[in-house]
């Protein structure tokens, strides 16, 4: 059974940095595709990045310059560095994992979920 778990969240100044942690279980990892995303109440998800095995990323405009995906392959952990946020960056934050490979940040492709860790930016 796939398990994936956020960390990281919190809250922060705009300007402001987060680093956003999510351990994975019960999958293959380091061939694993992995993404993030975000989602305010009331509001679609949205996705934020995604990475490849091989650490390809793809990012959604609004995050570009500023957030970093990455991932640690002997840990089973997946990142989400965010520097200079702002206060629409505040939203429940998610990692996830694909249905099939490929890198994309349409959550549609993904199929395990992790519970969330939320971001409050102040502005």
């Known amino acids: 059974q796939v398990q994936l778990v956020e960390s990281g969240g919190g809250s922060v100044q705009a300007g402001g940095s987060l680093r956003l942690s999510c351990a994975a279980s019960?999958?293959?990892?380091?061939?694993?595709?992995m993404g993030w995303f975000r989602q305010i109440p009331g509001k679609e998800r949205e996705g934020v990045a995604a990475i490849t095995p091989n650490d390809g990323a793809t990012y959604a405009d609004a995050v570009k310059g500023r957030f970093t995906i990455s991932r640690d392959n002997a840990k089973n952990t997946l990142y989400l560095q965010m520097n200079s946020l702002k206060p629409e960056d505040s939203a429940m934050y998610y990692c996830?994992?694909?249905?099939?490979?490929?890198?994309?940040?349409?959550?549609?492709?993904?199929?395990?979920w992790g519970q969330g860790t939320q971001v409050t930016v102040a502005s």
């Open positions: 996830a994992s694909t249905r099939f490979p490929g890198l994309t940040i349409d959550e549609r492709s993904y199929k395990n």
């Open positions: 019960g999958l293959t990892y380091r061939s694993a595709y």
